[in-house]
């Protein structure tokens, strides 16, 4: 087989860049960072956020219509929070870099489902690594209740956030040190950490009202054996219109490299046209030979494997999944944050404010109109206009217990969607049926090919060999592939072997639409991805029997599905035909 295509040292991560502040409700901050670290941060810890109304949806009970509630969104980043439960709204919520979906980033809920607690986990080489985002309130609820389940607590490699606890460990103004701060210490030993000092100490909670006393109540605590090079850092340059000095941690993630690359022919470039040519040039010099036996046949598939797989190979372009998303940032927006940098009057955030606020507006008002008005598809904004779906982050629940692990989830997805495949299979009901005249088959024909490529779609997900329907489109227009493709799937049939080639597949599971959670498996769907040229096969068959089925009556009068013609809408319109007829 052909080599596989080399990778650059660019899309890899050994580490990931953790920022956590109290955002004290401010939606317009939220909003800034977003955009502003995109480029330099993988995990972003809020405490205190704004849980508001975003803006309001139609309705069918009132005329002002239903608030969406929700916090920023941006389309870098994958956000994750606890939904309000009994009337509490979650305080804590992390924002992660969509090019760590590779190692997808999940919720847990299960070990302790509280407002004030977020625990986020990703999958690495060497295992599951969990991060913890606290805030606690001035009563200590959050640090107590840590105290008392420690025992249920998973490992940690980070815990940070708000803690609202003084003592005089980490901050030299504080003359004590109550018990509520040694229960957090403690804490933090039992499950492998130790508070770190920032590298440039000083002050986290920096009040407005310069007669209040300021404090260190922000805190992170990291394993021991990190080094300094890697202790978190008080971020000032970001500390915006807020009186809590967010903080900056590096955090070494693995051993080994985890690639956050992808490699792919983007479509309509110069690497697909080369791609093509270069595919219909290898697939025209096959010598398909005498496909009699099972032997041949399997010898000429593997042939056109190697094809695919080398050219794609020859071709394949990597893309480092960045921050570079089509942002509505503007001059305007960097001049006027510039403005309040450099002053830090609460009226120039202000007008900061105004002014990102116009750039969203005229950049989205843009947007729709391109949309709706030149590209003529106003449907496809339906979807801005309804509440936005949560990803599906929380731990698959599977008769009672979580999924935290590979094997635990291949597991629930087995007995769920296969838990009869040792049932016994009754094939004795087939002799009740009478056996029909022989027929002969008819070879497939460079019509069946071209009708049955017309009908699919040219946007489909590619093969497990990379290949989509729009290149088997554009490779078919050539007599002399077809006439390669024909004798390959006619030997198939008439030699009655399939090859292996066309039996590869990849499983892939997607959320289903609409779920108000993603906690079990049935909220998920599965679907197999064969290779595209059995596929095409497949589907030649399948019109091919549906015609030959129907002509010899083969299929029952009252069969109304998989069939042209006698769906189960035909059959509706034809009995409404006959009411209205009389």
């Known amino acids: 087989m052909s080599r596989n295509p080399t990778r650059s040292a660019g899309g890899v991560i050994r580490d990931i860049c953790i920022f956590s502040q109290n955002v004290n409700r401010n939606y317009a901050h939220v909003d800034y960072v977003l955009e502003a670290l995109k480029d330099n941060f993988d995990v972003l810890f809020f405490q205190e956020l704004l849980w508001r109304t975003i803006r309001q949806t139609v309705s069918m009970i009132s005329e002002k219509g239903n608030d969406i509630m929700g916090v920023p969104k941006h389309p870098n980043w994958l956000y994750m929070v606890r939904l309000p439960t009994n009337g509490q709204n979650p305080h804590v919520m992390a924002y992660i870099h969509r090019h760590l979906a590779v190692l997808r980033p999940s919720m847990w809920r299960d070990i302790i489902d509280y407002h004030d607690l977020f625990i986020l986990s990703l999958f690495t080489p060497h295992g599951m690594v969990n991060l913890l985002n606290v805030y606690s309130n001035d009563t200590h609820m959050v640090i107590n209740l840590l105290a008392r389940e420690v025992n249920q607590l998973p490992a940690f490699i980070y815990i940070g956030g708000d803690f609202n606890c003084h003592s005089e460990v980490w901050d030299p103004s504080c003359m004590l040190h109550p018990l509520v701060a040694q229960h957090l210490l403690e804490l933090a030993s039992d499950v492998g950490l130790e508070w770190a000092q920032p590298s440039n100490p000083g002050l986290t909670h920096i009040l407005h009202n310069p007669n209040l006393a300021r404090s260190v109540i922000d805190l ?33 993630l693995s051993e080994i ?105 005229l950049f989205f008002d843009a947007h729709i109109q391109e949309i709706a008005v030149e590209n003529q598809r106003p449907w496809n904004l339906m979807a801005w206009v309804k509440p936005h779906q949560l990803l599906p982050c929380e731990a698959i629940l599977h008769r009672g217990e979580s999924c935290h692990d590979i094997d635990a989830l291949w597991r629930a997805l087995d007995q769920t969607y296969n838990a009869v495949s040792e049932w016994p299979c009754d094939v004795m009901v087939l002799e009740e049926l009478s056996l029909l005249v022989e027929q002969d088959w008819v070879p497939f024909s460079a019509l069946e090919v071209k009708e049955t490529l017309s009908a699919c779609s040219s946007h489909s997900s590619p093969s497990p060999d990379h290949v989509m329907w729009v290149h088997l489109k554009e490779l078919l227009l050539d007599d002399a592939v077809v006439r390669k493709f024909l004798s390959l799937a006619n030997a198939c049939l008439m030699v009655g072997y399939w090859p292996s080639y066309f039996k590869e597949s990849v499983l892939v599971i997607i959320p289903k639409p609409g779920k108000l959670s993603y906690s079990t498996p049935k909220s998920f769907r599965l679907i197999i991805l064969l290779n595209m040229l059995g596929k095409l096969i497949e589907k030649m068959l399948s019109r091919h029997l549906q015609f030959d089925g129907v002509k010899f009556g083969i299929f029952h009068s009252n069969q109304l599905s998989s069939i042209w013609q006698q769906s189960t809408e035909d059959a509706s319109l034809f009995l409404t035909h006959l009411v209205k007829a009389g």
């Open 257 to 361: 490299e985890i690639q956050v690359s992808y490699m792919v022919i983007p479509r309509e470039s110069p690497e697909e046209s080369g791609f093509l040519i270069d595919l219909a040039t290898g697939l025209q010099s096959l010598d398909m030979g005498d496909l009699s036996s099972p032997d041949w046949i399997e010898a000429a598939a593997s042939m056109v494997a190697e094809v695919f797989s080398s050219t794609w190979n020859a071709h394949v372009k990597e893309i480092i999944v960045m921050g570079q998303s089509w942002s509505w940032w503007t001059d305007d927006c960097s001049a006027a944050i510039a403005h309040y940098w450099e002053s830090h009057d609460p009226d120039n955030w202000k007008a900061f404010c105004r002014t990102s606020h116009l750039a969203k507006r």
């Open 220 to 252: 992170i605590f990291i394993a021991p054996l990190i080094s300094v090079s890697d202790l978190p850092q008080l971020d000032l340059d970001q500390h915006g219109p807020l009186d809590h000095v967010p903080i900056s941690t590096l955090l070494p």
